[in-house]
C-alpha cells in the first residue's frame, strides 16, 4: 500500500479509496476465513451494554471478530498494524490500536446510517473497510455511502469493489450500508486512541 498517498487523501478529504489494497493470495485467505458457515458468526448488534440490541430494520450483517490466533487473520493485523505506523508517523494521529470483524451481509441486508464514534467514547479514530467478495457487479448495490457531519448531502458512492479498502476519519462521516442483491462480504475496523 502507498502510505503517502493514503496519508495525503486523509488529511485533505478526510476518507480515501485504495484498490487492491492487498496481495492477491492475502485477500483469497480472507476471503475463505469470511465464511458464516464458519464458527464464530453472530448477528450484529447496536448499543452498548444494557442498552444492546439486535435491530434487523437497521443493521442486517452477522460478524466474527479476527483473532491473532489464526494465522490469516493475523497476517491481515500485521498488515494494518504496518499501516498504524506509517499513519502516525506522516500524520500524528495518535492511533494506538487496531479491532476488526468480518461482516456478512446477506442479500438485501443494510446498515442505517450511524457514526463509528459510540455515544460517550471518542476511542475510534479512523474507520477501515476492506472488501473481501470475489467479484462485484456494478448492479449488484452494497454501496458504503459517506456523509459529512449532519449534512444530508452524499460525500461519497462507494461500490464494494473486491480487494478495495476505505478508510474514513470515524468522527467526520456519518455513513451507511446500501441493501445489494447478494451477499456482501468485508472486514470492517478501526484505529483508535488512547482512552482517558
Not at 489494497?21 to 485467505?29: D, E, K, R, T
Not at 446498515?111 to 460517550?120: A, F, M, P, R, T
Not at 478495495?164 to 470515524?170: E, R
Amino acid at each position: 500500500m502507498d502510505t503517502g498517498h493514503i496519508a495525503r487523501e486523509l488529511n485533505g478529504a478526510g476518507f480515501v479509496v485504495v484498490p487492491d489494497a492487498l496481495p492477491g493470495h492475502v485477500l483469497s485467505a480472507l476471503s475463505r476465513n469470511c465464511d458464516n458457515s464458519g464458527p464464530g458468526f453472530v448477528p450484529a448488534s447496536i448499543g452498548r451494554g444494557a442498552e444492546r440490541s439486535r435491530e434487523d430494520s437497521i443493521r442486517g450483517d452477522v460478524v466474527r471478530w479476527l483473532s491473532d490466533a489464526n494465522d490469516v487473520d493475523e497476517a491481515y493485523l500485521r498488515v494494518m498494524e504496518t499501516l498504524r505506523a506509517a499513519l502516525n508517523e506522516q500524520l500524528f494521529l495518535g492511533l494506538f490500536d487496531y479491532e476488526c470483524h468480518y461482516a456478512i451481509y446477506a442479500a438485501g441486508a443494510r446498515y442505517q446510517k450511524h457514526s463509528d464514534v459510540l455515544h460517550g467514547k471518542d476511542a475510534r479514530l479512523l474507520s477501515t473497510v476492506i472488501y473481501l467478495n470475489e467479484s462485484w457487479a456494478k448492479d449488484a448495490g452494497g454501496e458504503l455511502i459517506l456523509y459529512r457531519g449532519d449534512d444530508p448531502k452524499v460525500i461519497a458512492s462507494i461500490l464494494p469493489q473486491p480487494g478495495s479498502m476505505v478508510l474514513f476519519l470515524s468522527a467526520d462521516f456519518p455513513h451507511e450500508v446500501l441493501p445489494a442483491s447478494k451477499p456482501r462480504h468485508s472486514i470492517a475496523g478501526w484505529y483508535r486512541g488512547r482512552v482517558n
